[in-house]
């Protein structure tokens, strides 16, 4: 799986960071976002709705799980 | 600097739902209250007695324009003071029926902190911000709920809340329901059927540090404060007097204008949220787009710092706020922003007041899409 680890990297650089990564995502592939800004809970599900992606949840304390759906 | 030539102009300040500039009419009372009311009303000499016949002058006319009578209603030394008194007096009145707390997850935070002191259930709102009823009417039939509590309109993205329908599940439940109306009083109609009703003078173009509590009768309010008088809201300490000859003059004041100034804000609120959609990309605009304040508007732009963007918005002359987590000392998101599931960064909420022109929010509709595109360049995106 891909990971993009933002850990220590505060609102909006976890976002920034996923969006920077997703090129190099085939669709239907997985990545995985570590990032323990309290936001990101909040802005990684509002950033896939935006974006037309699928968030597939928290599996993990600061984990987040998002679908490459284009 | 390529902007240079659209963002000459005076400053503008678009945060009214902080505080809304003293509407002329408030600063006239104030002036003249200050000559005439700074006695205790409470003494029974001569100075005294102006100064509670001014008190109780105050107190009729803001009874009379918010369609309360006079002995319902009382100034409070500010609108978080107001709202303590509202929650921690309603939980104390109902002690015996039970401890909980029944609130929306958008309530204004002052709620949120008095509402922490017992047991709180909130009510999730939809994507637009507008509360869940049937979740709302299910928590609020449930055993060992003493009172409700329901913001008239969201302070953060303007959606106005369903408080009739609120109020007839709480009524069919016999649970007194409070409504926070700060955004609301001098600018919407709230509907009728709460039992308590808060509102907050700096809001509506009054001087700051005036709150207003309305108790309906035959509510059970129970002071949470020492005092002797249990059953009553009172102020804590002296009340700021000319302040709130000057919050109820400016009321009557901007009420008679309200109407006008609805319709021609709401037209600049919905110039704003066309424009900003359609200029700043990666932008959303949040709250109901119709069922909404006429005065305000929120937006979150993608890859963007909120603080970044407030200094830069503020260097080009406009005061604006923001839910961004980057703007709080918490470094929490707005529980607003989060309740509603959208985005918390990059956020701005733009509020407007009858010195607003459209001059004012062209020049920032101008001035927007370029720092968004500045800052968003700088953090390589």
């Known amino acids: ?70 | 600097m390529e902007y240079r030539a659209v963002h000459a102009g005076a400053p503008a300040y678009l945060d009214a739902a902080s505080a809304t500039p003293l509407h002329p009419v408030a600063r006239q009372a104030l002036l003249a209250a200050l000559e005439d009311g700074w006695a205790d009303p409470d003494r029974l000499y001569s100075a005294g007695r102006r100064a509670q016949q001014l008190r109780e002058a105050a107190q009729a006319t803001v009874a009379e324009l918010l369609g309360v009578r006079p002995d319902e209603l009382s100034f409070v030394s500010s609108g978080t003071a107001a709202v303590h008194a509202a929650v921690l007096g309603g939980l104390a009145g109902r002690v015996r029926v039970g401890r909980t707390l029944v609130h929306s997850a958008i309530e204004h935070s002052a709620v949120l902190h008095a509402a922490a002191q017992g047991e709180a259930v909130p009510v999730g709102v939809d994507l637009l911000g507008r509360l869940d009823l049937d979740a709302w009417n299910t928590a609020v039939a449930a055993p060992g709920v003493a009172l409700a509590s329901l913001i008239s309109a969201s302070h953060e993205v303007g959606t106005v809340q369903p408080v009739a329908a609120a109020a007839e599940a709480c009524a069919e439940a016999g649970v007194p329901l409070y409504v926070d109306a700060a955004q609301s009083v001098g600018r919407s109609p709230v509907p009728p059927g709460w039992s308590l009703l808060t509102a907050s003078a700096h809001k509506w173009g009054g001087p700051p540090g005036v709150g207003v509590l309305v108790v309906r009768k035959g509510v059970r309010w129970l002071s949470p404060y020492p005092g002797d008088d249990r059953h009553r809201p009172r102020p804590t300490g002296a009340l700021d007097l000319p302040a709130v000859v000057s919050a109820a003059a400016s009321l009557r004041a901007v009420l008679g204008e309200a109407q006008t100034e609805a319709v021609r804000l709401s037209a600049l609120v919905e110039k704003i949220r066309a424009t900003v959609a359609a200029t700043v990309p990666d932008v959303e605009v949040v709250g109901d787009p119709v069922e909404r304040l006429p005065h305000l508007v929120t937006f979150s732009c993608l890859y963007v710092d909120g603080e970044a963007l407030l200094h830069a918005l503020d260097r080009h002359g406009f005061a604006v706020s923001s839910g961004s987590s980057c703007t709080a000392s918490t470094l929490q998101p707005s529980h607003v922003l989060e309740a509603m599931g959208v985005l918390s960064h990059g956020n701005v909420r733009v509020s407007l007041h009858r010195g607003t022109t459209e001059a004012d929010v062209d020049r920032f509709l101008a001035v927007l899409p370029g720092l968004v595109a500045d800052i968003r360049k700088e953090a390589g995106m």
Do not use: F, H
């Open chain 1, 1 to 70: 799986m891909i990971e993009v680890d933002s850990r220590g990297r505060r609102c909006p650089l976890p976002i920034i960071d996923l969006a920077r990564k997703m090129p190099s995502v085939e669709v239907g592939e997985v990545v995985r976002v570590l990032a323990d800004d309290p936001a990101a809970a909040n802005d990684i599900p509002a950033w896939c709705r935006m974006k037309g992606q699928e968030y597939l949840g928290s599996p993990a304390p600061d984990t987040y799980d998002v679908r490459r759906l284009r």
